[in-house]
């Protein structure tokens, strides 16, 4: 069955658990940051940070300073437009609701990054090392993908299973939604009603419940048509260029995989190092 996480950010308390312990499980590096004025660190997610805590001041009507905090991630969308631009299939919609990624199969077109909605593949300028990649590839959050899978230490990801407050959630989508919804109705003077994610491309995996409205925390505002139905839209509209493209690119994957072939280095799994 499809799972998903519901991130209720009224009871986040912004203590990056989730962050830290995504970092943990997926052994990904400290990245070098520098100061911002908002907390928000780093400022955004990168190919080492899957998950990362945005932090938002806003004003209320008294003139308060109101705090929210929103852990972002991959939406895992229900029809993913990443998944379906990859020219090489290096991204994979699962039937257990995760999108993952194959490592070994990316090119590094970043036809994905452009896809996406949500701004969240993201590129590896740098290895894990901190030496410039040679051959930068897509990175992001994959749910935990192989806890689902072998169901060790859980299949819970790592994010949800952390959490203090229990502000993350995770679940099959539509227990998620009549929890998210059983709140709304319970304290409307504490939730803005909206779930996102319910509805935006589509429908996704992960879900927010937040006390302003999304667009207040740095969530973009998306049609609720699947977006692949857009993006084959346009793609259909330039055929030539982009029969020439993917000949280009299966030439680009054909010898990218022949050179990790020959170093070694061609992985069957799919995103994580776990
Ligand atoms: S949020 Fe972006 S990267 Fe994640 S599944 Fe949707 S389209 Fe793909
Ligand atoms: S672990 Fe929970 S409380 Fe801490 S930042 Fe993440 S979502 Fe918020």
Same mark, same amino acid.
């Given at each position: 069955m499809a799972k998903g996480l519901l991130i209720d950010t009224v009871r986040c308390t912004g203590c990056r658990g989730c962050q830290s312990a995504c970092k943990q499980w997926n052994l990904k590096p400290a990245v070098e940051t520098s100061y911002n004025p908002s907390m928000t660190n780093p400022i955004e997610t990168n190919a080492h940070t899957y998950v990362h805590v945005e932090f938002f001041e806003i004003p209320k009507p008294n003139g308060e300073i109101s705090w929210h905090f929103v852990s972002k991630r991959c939406m895992h969308c229900i029809h993913p437009a990443c998944v379906s631009v990859c020219p090489v299939g290096a991204?994979?919609?699962?039937?257990?609701?995760r999108v993952v990624w194959e490592e070994g199969k990316c090119i590094g077109c970043r036809y994905c990054q452009n896809a996406c909605p949500f701004d969240i593949p993201k590129f590896t300028w740098y290895d894990?090392?901190? %030496?410039?990649? %040679? &051959?930068? $590839?897509?990175?992001k959050c994959t749910m935990? &993908?192989?806890r689902a899978e072998t169901g060790n230490p859980t299949e819970e990801p790592a994010c949800s299973k952390t959490c203090p407050p229990s502000a993350i959630f995770y679940g099959e989508r539509e227990q998620l939604l009549s929890l998210a919804k059983n709140r709304i109705q319970q304290r409307?003077? $504490?939730?803005y009603n909206h779930i996102y994610g319910e509805n935006e491309a589509g429908g996704t995996q992960v879900m927010f419940l937040a006390g302003v409205s999304p667009l207040d925390i740095g969530f973009p505002e998306v049609e609720n048509?699947?977006?692949?139905?857009?993006t084959w839209d346009?793609?259909? $509209?330039i055929p030539y260029e982009i029969a020439g493209i993917a000949v280009f690119l299966a030439g680009t994957y054909y010898f990218r995989t022949m050179r990790l072939k020959a170093k070694g280095e061609l992985t069957s799994g799919k995103g994580g190092t776990h």
């Open positions: 991204l994979q919609k699962l039937d257990n609701g894990e090392d901190g %030496n410039i990649d %040679n &051959w930068n $590839k897509i990175a935990c &993908w192989d409307p003077d $504490k939730y048509e699947p977006h692949p139905d857009f346009f793609l259909s $509209k």
